[in-house]
């Protein structure tokens, strides 16, 4: 059993940045592949970027291509986000996740964390 906790959510103001992160525990986090995924009010939970297990391949949604990087460090068992040139439209909560297979755009994960706010101000 995986455990998952986000953290590094906040408020900020168009055009600025924040790096999400997510610790695992519970399990070999090597041997998982790991998502992010948003949902925000009124909407359907979204795919934002996965990682492979060595964080050698990186998938992205094309609304957070080239301004979001998904990370991982597995001798620190967290898996980063970093968003840059946030828009209003990025508010949401923020959700990690963790599967042993590598998933692009599907929500289809075995673990997920709680979720962190991300609200940017226009």
């Known amino acids: 059993q995986v455990q998952l906790v986000e953290s590094g959510g906040g408020l900020v103001q168009a055009g600025g940045s924040l790096r999400l992160s997510c610790t695992a525990s519970g399990g070999t986090f090597s041997r998982y592949a790991m998502g992010w995924f948003r949902q925000a009010p009124g909407k359907e939970r979204e795919f934002v970027a996965s990682?492979?297990?060595?964080?050698?391949?990186?998938y992205y949604a094309d609304s957070v291509k080239g301004r979001f990087t998904i990370s991982r460090d597995n001798a620190k068992n967290t898996m980063y986000l970093q968003m840059n040139s946030l828009k209003p439209e990025d508010t949401a909560v923020y959700y990690c996740?963790?599967?042993?297979?590598?998933?692009?755009?599907?929500?289809?994960?075995?673990?997920w964390g709680q979720g962190t706010q991300v609200t940017v101000s226009s």
């Open positions: 990682v492979s297990w060595s964080g050698g391949l990186t």
């Open positions: 996740a963790a599967d042993r297979r590598l998933t692009v755009g599907s929500s289809k994960y075995d673990y």
